[in-house]
Every structure is written in C-alpha cells, then in structure tokens.
C-alpha cells in the first residue's frame, strides 16, 4: 500500500476521495464480516463526498449569509439525520434486517443521498470537484 504525502493528498482531490473510501471499507472489515457494517459504511464514505461538495459549492455564492442559524441547524440536522439513517442498518448487521428497514422508510435516506449525488453528478460540479 502507498503512503501518499499531504502535498499528494491536496493536490487531486480525487486520491483524497479514494483514499477516504478506502478508510471506510478498511473500516468496515476491521468491525467484522456483517453486510450491514458494508452497507452502512458504504453509505458514509458516499455522504462524505456529497457533504464536501455541498461544502464546496456553497462557497460560489459569496453573497449567501453562511452565519445565518437556520442554515447551520438545517445542515446539522440533515448530516445528522442521514449519519443515524445508515447507522441503523450499521447496528442490524444481516441484510434481511436493514431491506427491511429500508422498505419501511420507503428508501428515503437512499433517495436523498444519492438524489444529491445525482444532482451534483448532472450540474458538472461533482465531476470538477473529483478530477480536479
């Protein structure tokens, strides 16, 4: 395995990425063999990257009040609540369990994870943001 150096790592956002998804499936098999640890950390190592590009993003809009506390709590709270969503499947560990919990919430953290990366997919950003 390489050992990349700080310089490396800032210089290509996308050896960033890889290696940040390399640490989550590292991660994955370190809690042991269960699909739900998979899942689960698959999912983080997704919301990591669609949370950077948000953060990214935000910042072409200087004339957005980043101070403003209704922001900030809608930010804390989405992170929050996709972190818990697919921590839930982290904390059932069969597949059974977390398809089950899946269908009852009718894919909704699902969807608006990888709604977000779609739409970030599709506007370019994503793209500028990986390669670059």
């Not at 992170?79 to 921590?87: A, I």
């Amino acid at each position: 395995m390489r050992v990349y150096s700080e310089k490396e790592m800032k210089a290509s956002r996308g050896k960033q990425d890889v290696a940040n998804n390399i640490t989550f499936m590292v991660s994955a098999l370190w809690h042991g063999f269960y699909p739900g640890y998979f899942l689960a950390f698959f999912n983080w190592s997704i919301l990591s990257i669609v949370a950077k590009q948000c953060f990214k993003t935000s910042f072409n809009y200087p004339s957005f009040n980043y101070d403003n506390i209704i922001y900030k709590m809608t930010k804390f709270l989405v992170s929050l609540t996709l972190m818990n969503y697919f921590g839930v499947m982290f904390f059932m560990l069969s597949f059974d369990a977390a398809w089950q919990f899946t269908l009852i919430t009718k894919f909704s953290g699902f969807l608006f994870l990888y709604g977000g990366l779609i739409f970030f997919a599709v506007t370019g950003t994503f793209l500028n943001f990986v390669i670059v």
